[in-house]
């Protein structure tokens, strides 16, 4: 773990600092702070600790999917680590709305886009009536949009026209993924837009991730700790979105004590012969003692109704929270 060290011990005075810092916050700031309170920095993943005993119990709850499952969950502050089918690829649909949107952050941090700036949002660029947009349903004949508005609407509500137009601004799906590869984000695959994927029931898997690839994707959110691309915004914008999203709330979140720190981001398929391919959400929950579960889990081609789907990742977050919260 030695090459991991100089990050830990940075992270480690960051959450020192974050917690004094909160003092006088509002409940939803301390909690958004709390989230938010990984380490500046390039990181890849630490020196893996695997805990065998906790991926046991994945493997008995991933059971009742009835499908194919991927996990990983790991703990930032030690690095105790557990997965299931970790290293394999499953459809991220809506969770691959955070490394477009890292994209666009990424061109906001070097001057070429600014958050303030307007986009429009044409009746060409909806998606389709069955796909998730509340800016269609909202704005039915168009409407513009501020970069950081379509940003918000992505993560926190996982709109579909939001990351189309997003994907645009980042120059299309080539340039999100050379962004990918430039942070070394591998084992994350982003090829096609929401519309694309809702015309072609395969599509969908050429967008893929491995949950260990998600959780790193988590981890190099960090790099943004000290980055001020606007001093009207907060430094944890995307971490704000996220821990202010709508959908999932029985994913993660699920069987977690109520008020818990989950900064998140959910994928939704449909279904298909009774086949559902994909169910996910990947975060970064805080622990009541100052430790944080980064985790991302994938249930793929499941035959299970939602509710049990659901209540896979849910029993999964629980059982971490349960081992590592000590």
Not at 7 to 29: H, K, P, Q, W, Y
Not at 33 to 56: F, R
Not at 208 to 230: F, G, H, I, Q
Not at 284 to 294: F, T
């Amino acid at each position: 773990m030695s090459r991991f060290l100089p990050i830990l011990l940075l992270f480690l005075l960051f959450v020192s600092c974050s917690r004094t810092s909160n003092a006088g916050l509002s409940d939803t700031e301390a909690e958004t702070a709390s989230v938010a309170s990984p380490t500046p920095g390039t990181a890849s993943l630490p020196e893996a600790k695997p805990d065998t005993e906790l991926q046991k119990q994945f493997e008995r709850i991933a059971a009742d999917a009835k499908g194919k499952v991927g996990v990983y969950a790991l703990l930032i502050e030690t690095g105790a680590a557990a997965g299931l089918n970790a290293d394999q690829h499953f459809p991220m649909q809506s969770v691959y709305k955070l490394p477009i949107s890292m994209a666009v952050m990424q061109q906001v941090e070097a001057g070429k886009i600014n958050l303030e700036e307007k986009a429009g949002v044409a009746k060409s660029d909806f998606v389709s009536p069955g796909q998730h947009s509340p800016i269609r349903d909202k704005y039915p004949n168009g409407t513009e949009l501020s970069v950081k508005e379509l940003i918000q609407y992505a993560i926190s509500e996982s709109d579909g026209t939001a990351s189309d137009v997003l994907m645009n601004l980042a120059g299309g799906a080539s340039k999100v993924q050379v962004y990918l590869t430039s942070i070394g984000a591998d084992n994350i695959n982003v090829l096609n837009s929401e519309k694309e994927m809702a015309q072609d029931w395969q599509v969908q898997y050429d967008n893929w991730a491995s949950p260990e690839a998600a959780v790193s994707l988590l981890l190099k959110m960090r790099d943004w700790r000290e980055w001020k691309a606007n001093a009207d915004d907060s430094e944890q914008l995307l971490t704000k979105f996220m821990a202010e999203s709508l959908p999932g709330a029985k994913r993660l979140k699920g069987l977690l004590p109520p008020g818990t720190p989950v900064a998140h981001k959910t994928g939704t398929s449909g279904t298909r012969g009774g086949i559902t391919a994909a169910t996910n959400d990947i975060g970064v929950i805080a622990l009541p003692n100052g430790k944080h579960i980064a985790i991302a889990v994938f249930v793929s081609d499941s035959r299970a109704d939602e509710k049990t789907r659901e209540g896979v990742i849910a029993k999964i977050a629980k059982a971490a929270w349960d081992k590592w919260n000590r």
